[in-house]
């Protein structure tokens, strides 16, 4: 048969080489990057740079139509690409321009070019695919009365755009969400530089960060929303996000953010983003979650039952501080959570004190006593217990939280308070926008304190018994309570 067109030839061509590779090629695999608690999180071969989303929303009950654009770097050649995502449907993928295979295996999308892909050189993806918010259980989508907004840590990311969903590799993200009119879309980082694109009966809102981000950290909020703006300190802008039939009643809370930015900055320098808010919604989620520069809260928090005011201000610190530890500053595996959930739980337990509700130093003997108890039942801080099978946010325990702040504690007094400021402030400066672990933790604050404080920090961090506190010897061995 005489092939008359060009085109006609390349796609032939493309799709016999496509039949090639396939038949050569074992099936397709789920990978990983060897992280200890999610050893299939991630992929290995390449580093994405930035990730281009566009959601078209209808209503929460229906999948989203989807659009997610990768420009990443290969690190070594690749015959075939491994991304995360389940929970959507693939209609089509293309790698640098021309189609390629898509299956599934596991929780990864499994993508075969037309041909191999070569190491150290720009790798670009497209793919048409859904997003679909229904019976999602363990993070991703999360149904509010009015729409939709994200909670994707650990590993839920995955759930609503194929990705790289490990934090150890940081992109820039821009977002397009298309919404019926009337609705309200709100992502992570600053709008663009166009308002809202508006067709018949629609709007696209446009956002991008301008730092880069893990992919647990993403936020996209749909709904009623009213869009707050305000000034903090050195004319940091601030943006929060409510229902709109909340916002006479939750401005006061709102307010109270100016403060809490400027509390933080007095302990560990200037605010790491372009811009930070509140997105404070309707929903029933079980915890807040820091999504970077907009901060997740249920309404329930602010409903003025059951919360004295100083525990939820405590709280709405915790998250902030989040964005110096943990977001700014990105663990390097899943098991250096603890100094994101120490760190946050240190400068809210600070906070409390400083409003006179609740003493930093009871609060400490409180975990001191309890340490081993947490320790038996989720391992030590810097080497947690995976979460049971189907109970991703069972990691998020104890002695992650006022356990790692018990180790802050302990190293504040061994090294005393002048090193452990400088510890801090370094931390954060240092690793600004970066990945970091534990070992780099203790490496600097030996550093800082003029000494090796490998022995003393790893029985802290690894043991399976707490050990003695410096400067409080009445505080005796650790109870199980």
């Not at 491994?82 to 321009?97: E, I, K, M, P, Y």
């Not at 992919?215 to 943006?239: F, K, M, W």
């Not at 409390?352 to 930093?360: H, Q």
């Not at 130093?361 to 409180?366: Q, S, W």
Request: hydrophobic share 40%.
């Amino acid at each position: 048969m005489q092939l008359s067109s060009p085109r006609l030839r390349a796609a032939l061509l493309a799709a016999a080489s496509l039949t090639l590779v396939a038949a050569v090629l074992p099936p397709p695999m789920p990978l990983g990057i060897g992280d200890t608690l999610f050893p299939q999180l991630g992929n290995p071969g390449y580093d994405v740079l930035s990730y281009d989303l566009s959601f078209t929303y209808k209503d929460n009950k229906s999948p989203l139509d989807a659009v997610t654009v990768i420009d990443a770097r290969t690190l070594q050649p690749l015959e075939r690409i491994n991304l995360d995502f389940t929970h959507g449907t693939v209609a089509s993928a293309q790698v640098n321009g021309e189609p390629a295979r898509f299956e599934s295996a596991g929780e990864d999308l499994v993508l075969t070019p037309a041909r191999p892909v070569t190491a150290n050189l720009p790798l670009h993806i497209e793919i048409r695919h859904t997003s679909d918010p229904r019976g999602i259980a363990d993070g991703g989508w999360v149904p509010t009365d009015d729409g939709l907004a994200m909670a994707n840590q650990a590993d839920a990311a995955h759930r609503v755009f194929p990705c790289n969903d490990h934090p150890a590799d940081k992109a820039y993200f821009t977002f397009r969400i298309t919404a019926p009119t009337g609705l309200t879309a709100v992502a992570n980082g600053v709008p663009g530089t166009l308002p809202a694109r508006r067709a018949a009966g629609s709007a696209t809102w446009t956002y991008r960060t301008l730092h880069p981000m893990a992919t647990e950290l993403a936020q996209v909020s749909i709904g009623t929303s009213a869009v707050v703006q305000g000034t903090g300190p050195h004319g940091l802008p601030l943006r929060d996000v409510v229902p709109a039939a909340d916002r006479q009643r939750l401005e006061p809370w709102l307010k109270k953010t100016p403060g809490h930015i400027q509390w933080m900055e007095q302990h560990i320098g200037r605010y790491p983003f372009e811009n930070y808010g509140v997105l404070i919604a309707r929903a029933k989620t079980g915890f807040e979650l820091e999504t970077q520069t907009l901060s997740l809260f249920e309404n329930s928090l602010f409903s003025g039952e059951g919360y004295p005011e100083w525990y939820v201000e405590s709280v709405m610190v915790h998250e902030l501080a989040h964005q110096w530890f943990g977001d700014s500053v990105t663990p390097r595996t899943w098991s250096d959570l603890w100094l994101n959930e120490g760190h946050a739980t240190w400068y809210e337990a600070l906070y409390a004190d400083g409003l006179g509700k609740y003493s930093l130093e009871r609060r400490m003997r409180e975990a001191y006593q309890r340490s081993d108890q947490w320790r038996a039942a989720g391992g030590p801080p810097a080497a947690p217990k995976p979460a049971a099978p189907g109970e991703k946010i069972g990691l998020f325990r104890p002695v992650v939280y006022d356990g790692a702040a018990l180790v802050l504690y302990a190293l504040r007094q061994e090294i005393g308070a002048k090193a452990f400021d400088g510890v801090e402030r370094r931390w954060v400066a240092e690793h600004r926008d970066g990945i970091a672990g534990t070992q780099d933790f203790v490496r600097l604050a030996s550093e800082e304190a003029g000494r090796d404080l490998e022995a003393f920090l790893k029985p802290w961090l690894y043991g399976t018994t707490t050990p003695a506190m410096p400067g409080h010897p009445e505080w005796g061995g650790p109870k199980s309570v």
